[in-house]
């Protein structure tokens, strides 16, 4: 396993990450358990699990994967806050466009109430934000084989 280093990354809202890079090949796998975020915290395994779930989907086989792990620091109030809102903007933009294309097919008494499920499901889909909560962001990428293989996964650590 290469370890390429760590940097610091600042996001949208001025939420700050920690970047580790590390380069690695099949036989390799079994040491990213050893790896240690400390960003993490008391999460550490959790971010450790979802690194090895992240590599496993690649199915890199012998080819090198170059993974990217990062770790933001806590959220602040107004950070979480903005998240929010734009969680907000989204549910209200898949209620509307929902809404709109059924009242175009039936009437409007069908498209509200779709569109009032919509906003519904979206904002049970949709993460909510706190202050305190960490973000990770877990990046894979493969190259040959089939061709360039890319992922991503999320994940946050709840306060």
Do not use: W
Request: charged share 15%; proline share 3%; with cysteine.
């Amino acid at each position: 396993m290469k370890f390429e280093g760590t940097f610091q990354y600042m996001g949208n809202h001025g939420i700050v990450f920690n970047v580790s890079q590390i380069t690695l090949t099949d036989s390799e796998r079994g040491r990213l358990r050893e790896l240690h975020f400390g960003e993490a915290r008391s999460a550490h395994y959790e971010v450790n699990s979802k690194v090895v779930e992240t590599y496993d989907r690649m199915l890199a086989k012998g080819l090198p994967c170059v993974m990217k792990i990062g770790i933001s620091k806590p959220l602040t109030r107004q950070q979480g806050d903005t998240l929010n809102a734009q969680r907000t903007k989204v549910a209200n933009l898949a209620a509307s466009a929902f809404a709109a294309a059924t009242s175009a097919v039936a009437t409007s008494y069908v498209g509200v109430p779709v569109g009032a499920g919509v906003r519904a499901y979206a904002n049970d889909l949709l993460p909510t934000y706190h202050a305190g909560d960490v973000l990770v962001s877990i990046e894979a990428q493969v190259n040959g084989g089939i061709g360039p293989q890319h992922t991503t996964s999320t994940l946050i650590i709840k306060t």
